[in-house]
């Protein structure tokens, strides 16, 4: 029989460095079909590069504005730069298949199951379907979408 005392958690704690982890550096896990979507879909990486520039921006942005408010010694933030939305914008209209395939993927991610299985059946037509229209895949995705909502409200 073992007789070596259990750690608490203050001594575990002091033995072993913790840290928090950066989320912002942190880069988001993408799956294998994300990845080879990324390379075979004209503009989807160029539209994903410029979109996280936009975002991370934003983010900034955000956050010395709420250091300013709070901290009186700190200074008013520069506005955004609003090239950095025009160029998702123009990336928008360049590549309009990749921006559908940016919105079935926001859907493959949600929490809810029966709006991620809508978001992957989107993006597996917009992949496999060559000769469907992606405005059409992307309006077949939304309807259904809403069908399945109206029927678990009521359901419930």
Sequence with gaps: MDTTPTPTMTERASRESWTIPNLRSATPVATIADKSMTDTLPGLSELVAATRAWSRARDDYDEAKNRALYNETASYPQPLDPALKEAVRALGDR???AVAYQRAQTYGRASNYLKAGVGRRAMQRL???TSTSHGQIMEEMET???IAAQRAVDNS
Excluded: A, L, Q, S
Aim: glycine share 0%; proline share 11%; net charge negative.
């Design 95 to 97: 590549y309009p298949k």
């Design 127 to 129: 992949i496999e379907e």
């Design 144 to 146: 259904e979408w809403t």
